[in-house]
Nanobody, 118 residues
């Protein structure tokens, strides 16, 4: 059974940094593209960052230059380093896994709460 477990979310002041971690199990991480999404209060879930199985990365415009996605296939982990955090980054952050030959994300974590105070 595939599980994605996120951790690292907490309350932080604006301008601070956090590193979120995602620990997938039950899948071969190196074969999947991995992404982070977020859902802010009252808003729809939105894409944040992607790292493909070929290590290509992509970010939504609002986090470019502040967030960095990375992966460690040996440790079976995916990370999201978030710097210069803003109150508008407040959201539940979700890790997701996608077979590179599929259009949809197959697996999702339960989310971790990030709250940025002004």
């Amino acid at each position: 059974q595939v599980q994605l477990v996120e951790s690292g979310g907490r309350l932080v002041q604006a301008g601070g940094s956090l590193r979120l971690s995602c620990a997938p199990s039950g899948l071969t991480l190196r074969s999947y593209s991995m992404a982070w999404f977020r859902r802010a209060p009252g808003k729809e879930r939105e894409f944040v960052a992607l790292i493909s199985w070929l290590l290509n990365t992509n970010y939504t415009d609002s986090v470019k230059g502040r967030f960095t996605i990375s992966r460690d296939n040996a440790k079976t982990a995916v990370y999201l380093q978030m710097n210069s955090l803003k109150p508008e980054d407040t959201a539940v952050y979700y890790c997701a896994a996608k077979d590179p030959y599929q259009n949809e994300y197959s697996y999702w974590g339960q989310g971790t709460q990030v709250t940025v105070s002004s």
